[in-house]
């Protein structure tokens, strides 16, 4: 049995649409406070993806030993500085405009426990570079009532704010599915 210790409804799309055979469990994991002491410890965007896919893992394994439970997380990186989701439109259209023009990276993680202990990750880090926004685009896209608690933007919406992306797709939305899939068809959990 493969569970996704994970409330994301995205996440979950990805693996009904893959085939994955699932249920989900939300991980009930205080996110903020867990970035707060590896932001404490120094460590970086994508080592803080990890290391909060790994938790929700654990923390759904705990629950269920005999499960292979699938933790997942994403974290955004500016020039090194792990970014968090944003509430508010102010905030959002500040984002936006922290990011206008510039590259940023999104480090999507995936930690899978048995046992209650990881025995698979992956990180994929992808680059997108989003073209440059004026401030009155700014505050009229951060009114979307969908940008709340999000990076500051849906890429399934808005692809077109973006010049370049280099990366897989669905790393970007939140799961490194290419290399999740690879590892459950290694080890018989799907068909190939």
Same mark, same amino acid.
Do not use: N
């Given at each position: 049995?493969?569970?996704?210790?994970? $409330?994301? &409804?995205?996440?979950?799309?990805?693996?009904?649409?893959?085939?994955?055979?699932?249920? &989900?469990?939300?991980?009930?994991?205080?996110?903020? +406070?867990?970035?707060?002491?590896? +932001?404490?410890? $120094?460590?970086?965007?994508?080592?803080?993806?990890?290391?909060?896919?790994?938790? !929700?893992? #654990? !923390?759904?394994?705990?629950?269920?030993?005999?499960?292979?439970?699938?933790?997942?997380?994403?974290?955004?990186?500016?020039? $090194?500085?792990?970014?968090? !989701?944003?509430?508010?439109?102010? +905030?959002?259209?500040?984002?936006?405009?922290?990011?206008?023009?510039?590259?940023?990276?999104?480090?999507?993680?995936?930690?899978?426990?048995?046992?209650?202990?990881?025995?698979? #990750?992956?990180?994929?880090?992808?680059? =997108?570079?989003?073209?440059?926004?004026?401030?009155?685009?700014?505050?009229?896209? &951060?009114?979307?009532?969908?940008?709340?608690?999000?990076?500051?933007?849906?890429?399934?919406?808005?692809?077109?704010?973006?010049?370049?992306?280099?990366?897989?797709?669905?790393?970007?939305?939140?799961?490194?599915?290419?290399?999740?899939?690879?590892? =459950?068809?290694?080890?018989?959990?799907?068909?190939?």
């Amino acid at each position: 049995m493969i569970v996704l210790a994970s $409330g994301s &409804a995205t996440r979950a799309a990805m693996l009904r649409e893959a085939g994955v055979p699932f249920e &989900a469990a939300a991980p009930r994991v205080d996110e903020a +406070a867990v970035r707060a002491a590896l +932001a404490a410890e $120094g460590a970086g965007p994508r080592d803080m993806a990890d290391a909060l896919a790994e938790a !929700k893992a #654990r !923390k759904v394994a705990g629950r269920r030993p005999e499960a292979l439970v699938v933790g997942s997380d994403q974290v955004m990186d500016l020039r $090194g500085e792990a970014l968090g !989701k944003v509430r508010g439109a102010e +905030a959002v259209a500040a984002r936006l405009l922290a990011l206008s023009g510039r590259d940023h990276r999104l480090h999507s993680a995936a930690v899978a426990c048995e046992g209650g202990a990881p025995v698979w #990750r992956h990180v994929s880090s992808v680059r =997108l570079r989003m073209r440059p926004l004026a401030p009155e685009e700014a505050r009229a896209l &951060a009114r979307r009532p969908a940008l709340e608690g999000s990076m500051g933007y849906l890429f399934e919406e808005m692809e077109d704010l973006f010049e370049e992306v280099r990366g897989e797709r669905e790393a970007i939305l939140g799961m490194p599915m290419a290399a999740l899939l690879r590892w =459950l068809r290694l080890r018989g959990e799907v068909g190939a």
